[in-house]
């Protein structure tokens, strides 16, 4: 193997991050990196096992100074760009404020942000990084473009011949279940950062505010279930929900025509629905950008002023749901797509570039070494074998006592199934099956990809 820069991509969510990944990986590996992509862990203990200083880590933020500071004696450069931040424009700034570890920007190679309204937020928030912060757009939300509705055509058409037409709910309440909250609060006035422990209180008040409404909506799906001849509703959790909550209610309302479904990434879910409900999360998004009824649903007449609610229409009844679901489900054919406004400032979309294409020009810009691709030494080896026996052992004992803990997912719920190589190989070749691409297991749920 000859020297080249190597690029590390750790995935929290599989659901959410995996394929927006390997679209950054395919566009890097086009243009002379290597890349090894895999679980948080597995990157961490790839980091932690090389013999070499070089190549750029590319992560989320919400590290403190010292572990970037470990990084940074591995890698040339530390790059960010925080799938956490999104679109919201009310709690920007304080959300974008508290992943950053005050004192570690000096450290921070790379800022990406999804656009314009993040770009100036973030020059203001971090002076220290007016050099470092690029408005790039989302390699995510490359995926939700038209042109790309050929990586999930297959699962797409799967999906509506099992189901038909359905229309989607998005959930992002976040806190739906006691044992969730509780869990959360004890992080929020646990945690080693100070800027999280004060939270504790707008996080407490919140949470109950969000478990009633979580509940109201409830009481609307009931009814809804009751009236004959509307479309299925197809509930899908967010990954950092307590899922297991969803499917507990489900099975105690005993809905006919709700389903609750937690499989796969949701962009096939949402290209074949008739259109999509939600909570103000990004698939409504990602719902505006294929033309789709778009359905904000609204507790009490609340005032929201966040990008997915001003592209969305207003629902705040069973009423006004069951109105959206039948227009959705008699105007079949896709609109002609326009982007709002709001869209248009909160997300940088260029006509003949990728966001993904943009983030791997600029990280050649960047002073990086060269490395050999990885070597695993027989210590490694046995390092690696004791960390995975020690975690089967940890879950073994939690499985017996059926203990759980919901605010922070468990590997299993964060990356189901593991990263394989067969999986990495699948995506590869539907973005091109043409590229001669070499794929290989270097660590549990850590593929080294390679031209």
């Keep these: 193997m000859k020297l080249k820069k190597n690029l590390y991509l750790p995935i929290e969510f599989k659901h959410r991050e995996f394929r927006s990944k390997i679209l950054l990986a395919f566009y890097a590996i086009k243009l002379g990196f290597r890349v090894y992509i895999g679980s948080t862990n597995s990157i961490f203990k790839l980091i932690e096992f090389k013999s070499q200083k070089g190549g750029i880590f590319f992560f989320k933020g919400g590290l403190d100074f010292n572990k970037i500071n470990d990084i940074k004696k591995k890698c040339d450069q530390f790059v960010i760009l925080d799938e956490e931040l999104g679109t919201e424009k009310k709690n920007y700034a304080k959300v974008a404020r508290v992943r950053i570890w005050p004192g570690s920007e000096k450290l921070i190679d790379r800022y990406y942000v999804i656009g314009k309204y993040g ?8 002076p220290e990084m007016q050099n470092s912060i690029k408005c790039t757009g989302w390699p995510r939300v490359d995926l939700w473009r038209k042109e790309n509705d050929f990586l999930f055509k297959k699962e797409a058409d799967q999906i509506k011949k099992k189901y038909g037409n359905f229309i989607l709910f998005s959930s992002d309440f976040g806190y739906i279940s006691t044992r969730f909250i509780n869990d959360a609060l004890k992080v929020y006035k646990n945690s080693h950062w100070k800027s999280i422990r004060d939270e504790f209180l707008t996080v407490k008040k919140r949470a109950n505010e969000v478990f009633e409404e979580y509940n109201q909506f409830l009481k609307i799906l009931k009814n809804y279930d009751k009236i004959e001849g509307l479309p299925l509703i197809i509930i899908r959790p967010h990954p950092a929900e307590d899922v297991e909550a969803w499917f507990e209610t489900y099975k105690k309302l005993k809905l006919k025509n709700i389903k609750v479904i937690y499989e796969g990434e949701i962009t096939p879910w949402i290209n074949a629905s008739l259109g999509v409900l939600h909570r103000g999360c990004a698939s409504a998004i990602q ?40 227009t959705a489900s008699a105007n ?73 803990q919901y605010v922070i997912a468990s590997p299993t719920r964060k990356i189901p199934g593991g990263i394989s190589k067969h999986e990495v190989e699948d995506f590869l070749r539907r973005l091109d099956n043409n590229q001669n691409f070499k794929v290989k297991k270097i660590l549990k749920d850590c593929i080294e990809i390679d031209k």
């Design 332 to 404: 079949k054919e896709m609109k002609l797509i326009r982007y709002h406004d709001e869209f248009k400032e909160m997300i940088h979309v260029e006509n003949d570039k990728l966001a993904s294409e943009l983030i791997i020009d600029d990280l050649l810009k960047l002073n990086t070494s060269k490395e050999m691709n990885f070597q695993k030494s027989s210590k490694n080896m046995f390092q690696d074998l004791f960390i995975n026996f020690k975690i089967s052992i940890i879950n073994f004992v939690k499985y017996v006592f059926r203990f759980k």
């Design 287 to 326: 719902a505006h950008m294929r033309g789709l009824p778009v359905g904000h649903f609204v507790c009490d007449n609340e005032k929201l002023t966040e990008t997915p609610y001003k592209i969305s229409q207003h629902l705040f009844s069973l009423n006004d749901i069951v109105k959206f679901c039948k």
């Design 119 to 126: 770009y100036e937020a973030s020059r203001n928030i971090f």
